[in-house]
């Protein structure tokens, strides 16, 4: 397990509930450049996590695949979408989204945490962990879910805590 993977563990359970009710406020309560200021702390967050030495969304979470997605992969992979889908794929009962059977994922090289398909990943995953989704404080249900599983998202969020408590009362 790699360092930055160790230190998100032993931090997560000391954090996550403060961070999850830190963005539970957005909910009600408005920040002037909110997505200024989420700009900065995204480079800030990039310059400190490097996602090769974690992988941990592609180990523990599974992207959810559009009809696009499926054909733009199972071409890729030499495969018809039938055989694709049969073979990697299932309908998840209740939201009915379209997922991996198994985790970690199947396109991930487990010794070097590189997707094996990254050049025609899922939409979902080209765009975890969703930062960039605006404005910001409309997903902050996929932000608390990912700070469980993503050690960015964990770190910009305390980030953005830490810089919004300074500056405002809340």
């Known amino acids: 397990m790699s360092k930055l993977l160790r230190n ?3 931090q997560l359970p ?18 002037k450049g909110l997505q200024n200021i989420i700009a900065v702390l995204e480079t800030e967050t990039w310059n400190e996590v490097d996602c090769l030495e974690c992988a941990n969304c592609c180990k523990v979470m599974t992207p959810t695949f ?11 992979v030499n495969m018809n979408e039938n055989e694709f889908t ?18 970690p994922c ?12 990254y050049e025609v990943r899922p939409a979902d995953c ?5 930062f960039k989704r605006k ?30 408590e300074k500056d405002y009362e809340w």
């Open 8 to 10: 998100f563990k032993i």
């Open 14 to 31: 000391q954090n996550q509930k403060k961070l999850v009710q830190f963005l539970k406020k957005f909910d009600t309560q408005y920040v």
């Open 66 to 76: 559009t009809n696009e997605d499926i054909k733009r992969i199972s071409s890729y």
């Open 86 to 103: 049969d073979k990697w794929l299932k309908v998840e009962k209740e939201s009915k989204d379209v997922v991996n059977k198994i985790q």
């Open 106 to 117: 199947q396109f991930l090289n487990l010794e070097t945490n590189k997707c094996t398909i």
């Open 126 to 130: 080209r765009e975890f962990p969703h």
């Open 135 to 164: 404005p910001f404080g409309d997903y902050n249900h996929v932000h608390e879910q990912n700070i469980e599983y993503c050690p960015a998202t964990f770190k910009l969020i305390a980030k953005l805590k830490k810089r919004i």
